[in-house]
């Protein structure tokens, strides 16, 4: 054994840290900063050979990838469950529109106002809320998405009520972006600028300090880590991304209405961050990207069955509920079977041939 860890050392080499600084470093090998190279290049060339609806598509994942990592943050990275994020982004979406139809903001101000506003709501929500946990906190959280879900629907004043209230297309000076690839680019500069700070986020102290919480509050608090303030910040930033996803998305949409921001929403993100895998930023892709793609797939497998049927209508209504089954048998599936998520998966495929032909347990 020894003769063969020598003869293939050349494989661990690039692994092998000698200082801290390398080992927290975000891109540790040439391999990876390579790879990230051509990542990088392809999510910005991308448009170029693909049509306005699936860059459409990319860009409500986009849009999804930042609001996940946002609840990201406080589910899986300090242990607090949350059933009010699409609160969250519909705060985000109609005070975008405000700052942009009354107030005249450019429409990068009104998203980073936006989120500061959204911040401002979850430090509000969140020091009663966080004085609990548990299935406590998440009934909490549930009680602003149904108050959040009212106030959007019956200020009319303020949010243009079922309508809802429409945004125009973001202007830099005199040039009107109005297409799908003009917001993508949008997308991507606003969702890098958020997973560069939550990568940063989680190699500092304060990171450290959430995932301890998580991991147990109790000896988090023995260690000296004030737990009730970190929580706050959890919240803060939490509801941070959530308020400026949801101004990007009313950008997208052109419009902010309160079906977009429901209970059902949330309970998406919810699985995302579930099936993506909690507590890692690649999680928040795969469970973005993950459930952004099923229903496509889902529906595109309903109008594709209801072609062999006299009343195409009647398929479709039969076969409508089974997307929020499969759903739901997704996440007890990742609870049970895969708690590490698709993130999870993902690592075990990587570490086994990191060390091929070496044997891996």
């Known amino acids: 054994m020894a003769s063969l860890i020598e003869r293939y050392s050349y494989i661990f080499s690039p692994f092998i840290k000698e200082s ?32 306005e609806f699936h860059i459409y598509f990319l860009s409500t994942l986009g849009v999804a990838v930042l609001s996940a990592m946002g609840l990201n943050i406080l589910t899986g ?28 903001w450019p429409f990068y101000l009104a998203i980073l106002g936006a989120g ?23 009934i909490a959280t549930l009680a602003f ?46 969702v890098s600028l958020g997973l560069y700070a939550a990568k940063n986020l989680f190699r500092s102290k304060y990171g450290r ?19 009730f303030r970190y929580k706050i910040l959890s919240f803060v930033i939490s509801s941070f991304y959530a308020s400026m996803a949801g101004a990007l998305y009313g950008i997208m949409l052109r419009t902010a209405i309160p079906d977009e921001f429901g209970l059902d929403i949330s309970i998406n993100y919810l699985a995302m961050v579930i099936i993506g895998g909690m507590g890692t930023i690649l ?15 889902l529906n595109w497998t309903v109008s594709l ?30 609870i049970h079977v895969e708690p590490t998520g698709l993130a999870g998966i993902w690592r075990r495929i990587r570490d086994y041939f990191r ?7």
């Open 283 to 297: 999680g928040s892709f795969l469970g973005a990207a993950f459930l952004v793609v099923i229903p496509e797939l």
């Open 20 to 51: 801290y600084r390398s080992d927290e470093a975000i891109f540790r090998t040439t391999f990876t900063k390579v790879w990230f190279a051509v990542f990088a290049v392809a999510v910005v060339t991308v448009p170029l050979y693909l049509g």
């Open 355 to 361: 060390i091929w032909p070496l044997p891996y347990t």
């Open 145 to 190: 998405q149904f108050i959040a879900s009212y106030t959007f629907l019956k200020w009319t004043s303020m949010t243009g009520g079922a309508a809802g209230i429409n945004l125009p297309s973001p202007r830099l000076g005199s040039w009107v972006l109005s297409s799908h690839t003009e917001f993508y680019y949008i997308m991507l500069f606003f």
């Open 209 to 227: 300090a959430l995932m301890a919480i998580r991991d147990n509050d109790i000896s988090a608090e023995v260690a000296g880590i004030p737990v």
């Open 77 to 104: 990275y300090t242990g607090l469950i949350s059933l009010g994020h699409a609160a969250f982004m519909g705060v985000g979406a109609y005070t975008c529109g405000v700052l942009i139809n009354q107030y005249h």
């Open 305 to 334: 069955l209801s072609g062999f049927f006299a009343d195409p209508n009647a398929i479709v209504i039969l076969l409508s509920p089974i997307k929020m089954m499969f759903l739901g048998f997704l996440i007890m599936f990742f």
């Open 116 to 138: 500061a506003l959204g911040a401002l709501i979850g430090v509000f929500i969140g020091v009663p809320a966080l004085r609990i946990k548990g299935l406590y906190l998440a």
